[in-house]
Every structure is written in structure tokens, then in C-alpha cells.
């Protein structure tokens, strides 16, 4: 997958806030932002252009994170991306269910920025000039 300098990051989440506040963070670090209110959007919008990143919520209307998290990676050839599972219940379950539905990390919300900074510098590619 070619990369672009500024990397692009999906935020799936059903919370405007959640999102705007994401959104605003991200993109101080130069990240393209998609947003999604919903994992079936999350999952349409993964078949359109592969983002860099996902933020995935795991509570979400219409389709779940976790949900939306299996089946992006049953088209995992055509959006090969690292998703962070966020939930607000961050729970040894939580973070299980989550890695067990395909995501490569999970942050418990409210985000920590820091360990999301150190997180998108571990998922995002050297060459994506992501933040440091």
C-alpha cells in the first residue's frame, strides 16, 4: 500500500464530540481525517479508499465496531489497515473482545492522547511522516 506524507485516519464513532475532538487532535499531528458515525459507514467508506488508520468505537448504532472490525478484515485484501478498538468500557473483556474481532490495539476512551500518539507511532508506517 503506498502511503502519502500526511497519513489518513478514520474515525468511526457514533459521538460528534468524540469525533471533533479526534478530528482537531489529529490533524495538529498533519493526519488526513475521515469521520464515520457508524460502523457501517466505517465499513463503506473502507471499500471506497483505504485510510492509514482506523479508530474504531465498539459501541456504535446501525453496525458495531466489532462488527464492522470483522468484516473489514474478511476484505482484508482490499483494506489491509491497523484498527485501535476505543470504548468507554474498557474492560479485560472489552479489550479481548475487541482483539479477538481483528483490531490490532485498543485505547480506552476518554483517550489518553499520549498513548495514542505512541500508538500511531508503533500502527502507522515509517514513511507516513506520522507524529512523533
Not at 3 to 8: C, K, L, R, T
Not at 26 to 53: I, Y
Not at 80 to 103: D, F, H, R, W
Amino acid at each position: 500500500m503506498q502511503v502519502a506524507n500526511d497519513p489518513s485516519v478514520m474515525i468511526a464513532d457514533d459521538s460528534e464530540d468524540t469525533r471533533g475532538l479526534l478530528r482537531h487532535w489529529l490533524e495538529t499531528k498533519h493526519c488526513r481525517v475521515v469521520e464515520a458515525a457508524n460502523g457501517q459507514e466505517a465499513l463503506d467508506l473502507t471499500r471506497g479508499e483505504c485510510p492509514d488508520l482506523i479508530l474504531m468505537d465498539l459501541r456504535m448504532p446501525v453496525l458495531d465496531g466489532l462488527d464492522a472490525t470483522r468484516r473489514i478484515r474478511e476484505h482484508a485484501g482490499e483494506c489491509n489497515v491497523p484498527i485501535v478498538g476505543m470504548s468507554t468500557y474498557p474492560t479485560k473483556e472489552a479489550q479481548s473482545l475487541a482483539l479477538a474481532a481483528g483490531c490490532n490495539s485498543f485505547i480506552a476512551q476518554p483517550i489518553d492522547f499520549d498513548q495514542l500518539s505512541a500508538l500511531l507511532s508503533r500502527l502507522l508506517p515509517a514513511s507516513a511522516g506520522h507524529p512523533s
